[in-house]
């Protein structure tokens, strides 16, 4: 794959851009890329109606001006208890994980515009995690059935990360993130995770698909 791609990101907080900065790292085998956080930007605050709300900027169409590739990224688990407007509602009852992340491609496709989207779908990559983007972790942790959780990730990842790492993911705090994030340094470890959680996986064979096809491979 080559190495001067450019990425922005769209996401809902700082800590998932430093999970999707590592796994960027890891597929492209380069940590010199060069990537711009659109959202939230350095010292701002995200939110899962921050990610639908820029997709439906000016910011966002703008965006394509100086990225090769967007990515956009969005936890689903604020559907299953926020109060969200019927303009950004998803009915996620009896869905699959795959039928979940279609859901939310859908209405991001909706709000960004369905003509602005086919005319740039090549440059955009969905990482849409069933239901949180912790989720992804417990791979890394538990062998056992809870390695595919989608919900209650982070309580779940709280009961072994004191005993193996000595800190608790509570907060959210970044250094604690960029500590998990190491595990997703070799492909072969990221796809052996990405194999016990869908939305993962769904994610890393888009962007390594979009990435070729870019290439002309």
Not at 81 to 105: H, P, Q
């Amino acid at each position: 794959m080559e190495e001067n791609k450019t990425f922005g990101i769209i996401s809902e907080g700082v800590t998932d851009q430093i999970v999707l900065e590592r796994i960027l790292y890891t597929i492209l085998n380069n940590e010199d890329i060069f990537i711009t956080r659109l959202q939230p930007k350095e010292n701002e605050t995200g939110n899962w109606d921050k990610v639908f709300k820029y997709c439906e900027s000016l910011d966002f169409k703008a965006s394509f001006g100086y990225n090769d590739f967007i990515i956009i990224q969005i936890d689903s688990d604020f559907m299953l208890g926020a109060d969200v407007g019927e303009k950004y509602k998803i009915n996620m009852n009896n869905l699959s994980n795959e039928e979940i992340i279609n859901s939310f491609r859908q209405k991001i496709i909706e709000l960004i515009g369905e003509n602005f989207y086919q005319e740039y779908q090549h440059q955009i990559i969905f990482a849409i995690a069933v239901h949180e983007i912790e989720c992804w972790f417990l791979p890394i942790y538990f062998n056992d059935n809870k390695s595919t959780k989608i919900t209650n990730c982070i309580n779940t990842l709280n009961t072994v990360l004191f005993e193996k790492e000595d800190f608790y993911i509570n907060d959210k705090e970044i250094i604690y993130y960029e500590k998990i994030v190491k595990n997703f340094k070799k492909i072969k470890d990221l796809k052996k995770y990405a194999a016990k959680n869908k939305s993962l996986s769904i994610f890393l064979e888009e962007l390594e698909q979009k990435i070729k096809e870019n290439n002309g491979s």
